[in-house]
């Protein structure tokens, strides 16, 4: 994971399961580091993923109807980055979906599938940013992996995530207590962070 941060080795497991979603199939499921936002930046990824969640269900971003929106990183040092979106079928795919959805809408149930990918493509880098990325540099937005971390959990989870690899208890921590993060998902699941400092909390 690229970050201005240097993150220490961590993994998150799927320690309380309420429901099976798209990206986390079993209990016990782990993500180490380089798992959560893979080959982009964490902190960049924090301020893209309302756009990007924004786009994959179809936003426009003004009157004209552009496909992108333009973004920084939270570093003054680091990048500018654009979210796109692409479609994910050809034309006469995309009618004769339409027309099933609208079936089975009527008919059974409606039913949600992605219409777009959402790509984020770096435009600019400063030469201070310790991230090291390139110009041109493209980062695919996770729709179904189930080896990298969910994206809204990944968004919701980021910053106790980073408050307790910085050393400090969650608000619901206790002294002893194994740190446990919870999905946005009120019927998703409860992470388990392991680390260091977690170890040292345990101690």
């Not at 149930?109 to 959402?118: A, F, L």
């Not at 493509?121 to 729709?143: H, L, M």
């Not at 690899?165 to 946005?184: D, F, H, S, T, V």
């Amino acid at each position: 994971m690229k970050s201005c941060f240097e993150f220490p080795e961590f993994v998150l497991d799927t320690a309380v399961m309420g429901k099976i979603c798209k990206y986390h199939k079993r209990k016990g499921q782990e993500y180490g580091s380089n798992d959560t936002i893979r080959e982009f930046c964490s902190d960049a990824f924090y301020v893209a993923y309302p756009s990007c969640l924004a786009l994959l269900y179809g936003a426009k971003k003004n009157e004209f109807k552009q496909r992108a929106i333009s973004l920084s990183c939270p570093n003054p040092n680091g990048i500018v980055f654009e979210v796109k979106r692409v479609h994910c079928w050809s034309l006469p795919v995309r009618a004769a979906k339409k027309i099933f959805e609208w079936v089975m809408a009527k008919a059974i149930m409606r039913v949600d599938w992605e219409d777009w990918h959402i790509e984020l493509k770096v435009k600019q880098v400063s030469p201070e940013c310790p991230a090291k990325f390139s110009v041109g540099d493209i980062y695919k937005f996770n729709i179904g992996k189930h080896d990298e971390l969910c994206p809204a959990s990944f968004h919701g989870i980021y910053p106790s995530l980073l408050q307790n690899l910085r050393g400090y208890l969650l608000g619901w921590q206790k002294e002893g207590e194994m740190a446990r993060i919870n999905c946005p998902d009120h019927e998703g699941m409860v992470y388990e962070l392991h680390s260091e400092e977690n170890e040292k909390n345990k101690a």
